[in-house]
């Protein structure tokens, strides 16, 4: 007898509604990544590495100018602590983002790509004062949503930070130059050789502006008691410096010892070592805690700067027609915010040290006395809170002024804060929503979160193992030759290839992954975007657990 089983049947499943039987259901979500947590500008870094990573490379820069208009600056100078963040760390290496940056500006600037201008033009005016990385940051941001805005700038160039600090080894001037003007191009009202000396002119900014951003530096170099400045064999780095990158070498003899840590103090002495001096580094820090970027120390000892880490200057004394520094070896000990510290000195660690002269970088102070009353100070910096306001309704600041964080991207971050604030203030008087801060597309019906996607939430084993792009340098000999960019940049194979290893931390890459691995077929794609059944998913996980970006997670129920 042929007849068919009674259990059998031609019918669809759909009517067992198999949901019932769990206890979680998943969701797709749009998380923040490691590294834009980490980011001084909170850059949307998974999306344009991911547009990069599809040879969207326009789309890559826009997105990433969103936050940052110098990408091709950042990507040479950025301390880059999103790459310490970075979870492929723990996986094999950190993804190289700042060199990737870098190949997003450089291509932005050799294709001649421009900021679109704003949509709309705003009746406010803002000030800014200083034309540094915070000034130029805050008039990119706050002309992209349409304010006037005049740039106030001491020197005769803008650049601040960027151009009389930073040597062109590190930062080619035609680089700092295309990303400069790209911002100014945006109908910037640029004004040089201007500086508001005292109160009155701060007062005027005020009367004329609806709102200033102060963003004018650190000007004053901190000074060694131990030495007397006047001398002709002492000199201040900062002064020093920016002769050097002028093209006007301060004539100090042949052999000069520079005191400080700092990347200033690096600059410094790479720059000395350029011009054919003899250096010697001396640094309170031993060598892991100095405060310059690794790389510069390592690039440094290459080009023969002999470094004399964790040591003093006590006293210094000119005879015999050279310096002598007497120094003592101490263990260098940081304070509790950034700036202090305390030392302790060896007592069988005295030592000496012979030169032609001695250079300072120490560090630099903000000179605050012309801002006039309203703008209260924390030590000898300008006091803002988180949003960089001042104690003034009408005035925030940013970067050097207000800060001791001391990095470009730093400033920049500040600027961007600064702009969005003050948006957020002009339009509150007008009685109208603020402008939205954030970009970060994702598919549709993703949850956003702002919790930092871990390591543990990315299925790993979707990835290979892949080397972390080779950072590449000009050889010793040629760059104190030429004084060419010591840092070489990733060619197009090696850009793609890295933007490979991004685990897209949080952003979802529509990989369909979720929907292949669902037992129950309860996860479905709906155009750009995912939906969960909830009538058939049993709760398994399976779906989280093999998300090979993170940007999945499960949500307990309660019935």
Same mark, same amino acid.
Request: net charge neutral; aromatic share 6%; with cysteine.
């Given at each position: 007898?042929?007849?068919?089983?009674?259990?059998?049947?031609?019918?669809?499943?759909?009517?067992?509604?198999?949901?019932?039987?769990?206890?979680?259901?998943?969701?797709?979500?749009?998380?923040?990544?490691?590294?834009?947590?980490?980011?001084?500008?909170?850059?949307?870094?998974?999306?344009?590495?991911?547009?990069?990573?599809?040879?969207?490379?326009?789309?890559?820069?826009?997105?990433?100018?969103?936050?940052?208009?110098?990408?091709?600056?950042?990507?040479?100078?950025?301390?880059?602590?999103?790459?310490?963040?970075?979870?492929?760390?723990?996986?094999?290496?950190?993804?190289?983002?700042?060199? @990737?940056?870098?190949?997003?500006?450089?291509?932005?600037?050799? *294709?001649?790509?421009?900021?679109?201008?704003?949509?709309?033009?705003?009746?406010?005016?803002?000030?800014?004062?200083?034309?540094?990385?915070?000034?130029?940051? =805050?008039?990119?941001?706050?002309?992209?949503?349409?304010?006037?805005?005049?740039?106030? %700038?001491?020197?005769? %160039?803008?650049?601040?930070?960027?151009?009389?600090?930073?040597?062109?080894?590190?930062?080619?001037?035609?680089?700092?130059?295309?990303?400069?003007?790209?911002?100014?191009?945006?109908?910037?009202?640029?004004?040089?050789?201007?500086?508001? +000396?005292?109160?009155?002119?701060?007062?005027?900014?005020?009367?004329?502006?609806?709102?200033?951003?102060?963003?004018?530096?650190?000007?004053?170099?901190?000074?060694?008691?131990? @030495?007397?400045?006047?001398?002709?064999?002492?000199?201040?780095?900062?002064?020093?410096?920016?002769?050097?990158?002028?093209?006007?070498?301060?004539?100090?003899?042949?052999?000069?010892?520079?005191?400080?840590?700092?990347?200033?103090?690096?600059?410094?002495? *790479?720059?000395?070592?350029?011009? #054919?001096?003899?250096?010697?580094?001396? =640094?309170?820090?031993?060598?892991?805690?100095?405060?310059?970027?690794? %790389?510069?120390?390592?690039?440094?000892?290459?080009? !023969?700067?002999?470094?004399?880490?964790?040591?003093?200057?006590?006293?210094?004394?000119?005879?015999?027609? +050279?310096?002598?520094?007497?120094?003592?070896?101490?263990?260098?000990?940081? !304070?509790?915010?950034?700036?202090?510290?305390?030392?302790?000195?060896?007592?069988?660690?005295?030592?000496?040290?012979?030169?032609?002269?001695?250079?300072?970088?120490?560090?630099?102070?903000?000179?605050?006395?012309?801002?006039?009353?309203?703008?209260?100070?924390?030590?000898? @910096?300008?006091?803002?809170?988180?949003?960089?306001?001042?104690?003034?309704?009408?005035?925030?600041? #940013?970067?050097?002024?207000?800060?001791?964080?001391?990095?470009?991207?730093?400033?920049?971050?500040?600027?961007?804060?600064?702009?969005?604030?003050?948006?957020?203030?002009?339009?509150?008087?007008?009685?109208?929503?603020?402008?939205? +801060?954030?970009?970060?597309?994702?598919?549709?019906?993703?949850?956003?979160?702002?919790?930092?996607?871990?390591?543990?939430?990315?299925?790993?084993?979707?990835?290979?193992?892949? =080397?972390? =792009?080779?950072?590449?340098?000009?050889?010793?000999?040629?760059?104190?030759?030429?004084?060419?960019?010591?840092?070489? /940049?990733?060619?197009?194979?090696?850009?793609? /290839?890295?933007?490979?290893?991004?685990?897209?931390?949080?952003?979802?890459?529509?990989?369909?992954?979720?929907?292949?691995?669902?037992?129950?077929?309860?996860?479905?794609? +709906?155009?750009?975007?995912?939906?969960?059944?909830?009538?058939?998913?049993?709760?398994?996980?399976?779906?989280?657990?093999?998300?090979?970006?993170?940007?999945?997670?499960?949500?307990?129920?309660?019935?």
């Amino acid at each position: 007898m042929n007849s068919i089983p009674p259990i059998w049947t031609t019918a669809t499943t759909e009517s067992i509604r198999t949901g019932t039987w769990r206890a979680a259901l998943p969701r797709h979500v749009q998380a923040s990544s490691p590294c834009r947590e980490a980011c001084p500008v909170s850059g949307d870094i998974a999306t344009w590495i991911g547009l990069a990573r599809e040879r969207d490379f326009r789309g890559a820069w826009e997105a990433l100018t969103r936050h940052n208009p110098f990408p091709a600056i950042a990507g040479r100078i950025c301390h880059h602590p999103c790459e310490a963040a970075c979870n492929r760390a723990g996986f094999d290496e950190a993804l190289s983002i700042c060199k @990737l940056e870098r190949f997003v500006g450089d291509l932005a600037i050799e *294709r001649g790509w421009a900021f679109e201008a704003p949509t709309v033009e705003r009746e406010e005016r803002v000030a800014i004062v200083g034309g540094g990385p915070a000034g130029l940051s =805050a008039a990119f941001q706050l002309r992209r949503l349409g304010y006037r805005v005049t740039l106030v %700038e001491a020197r005769g %160039e803008l650049g601040g930070l960027m151009r009389h600090g930073i040597p062109s080894y590190r930062l080619a001037r035609e680089v700092l130059d295309a990303e400069v003007a790209r911002v100014v191009a945006l109908g910037v009202d640029v004004r040089l050789n201007a500086k508001p +000396e005292a109160a009155p002119a701060w007062a005027e900014l005020r009367r004329t502006h609806d709102a200033v951003f102060v963003a004018t530096g650190a000007q004053r170099q901190k000074r060694l008691p131990a @030495l007397d400045y006047g001398q002709p064999w002492v000199a201040d780095g900062a002064a020093w410096l920016a002769s050097a990158n002028a093209g006007e070498i301060p004539a100090l003899g042949k052999r000069l010892v520079v005191i400080g840590g700092g990347s200033a103090a690096l600059d410094v002495a *790479r720059s000395a070592r350029r011009a #054919g001096h003899e250096v010697t580094l001396l =640094a309170l820090e031993a060598r892991g805690q100095m405060p310059a970027q690794r %790389e510069e120390v390592d690039e440094a000892l290459e080009e !023969g700067i002999a470094l004399v880490d964790g040591a003093m200057l006590q006293e210094a004394s000119h005879a015999g027609g +050279e310096v002598r520094l007497a120094c003592r070896r101490v263990r260098f000990v940081p !304070g509790e915010r950034r700036g202090q510290f305390s030392v302790v000195p060896f007592a069988d660690g005295a030592f000496e040290l012979r030169a032609d002269a001695i250079v300072t970088s120490i560090g630099q102070d903000p000179d605050t006395a012309a801002l006039g009353d309203g703008v209260a100070l924390d030590g000898s @910096l300008v006091a803002v809170d988180a949003q960089q306001a001042t104690a003034r309704d009408d005035t925030w600041a #940013g970067g050097d002024v207000a800060s001791m964080a001391r990095f470009v991207t730093d400033a920049i971050g500040q600027g961007k804060r600064a702009a969005f604030a003050i948006d957020r203030a002009l339009r509150a008087r007008r009685g109208e929503a603020p402008a939205a +801060e954030r970009w970060r597309p994702g598919p549709a019906a993703a949850i956003a979160i702002e919790a930092s996607v871990p390591l543990p939430a990315i299925a790993t084993h979707a990835y290979a193992p892949q =080397a972390r =792009a080779a950072a590449r340098r000009l050889e010793p000999a040629a760059r104190l030759a030429s004084g060419a960019e010591v840092q070489l /940049a990733l060619d197009i194979e090696q850009a793609l /290839a890295e933007t490979t290893r991004c685990f897209s931390c949080g952003t979802c890459i529509r990989c369909d992954t979720c929907v292949a691995v669902c037992p129950d077929l309860a996860v479905v794609r +709906e155009g750009d975007g995912y939906r969960v059944l909830g009538d058939y998913c049993k709760g398994c996980g399976l779906c989280v657990k093999e998300c090979p970006t993170g940007s999945m997670d499960m949500v307990q129920e309660v019935r």
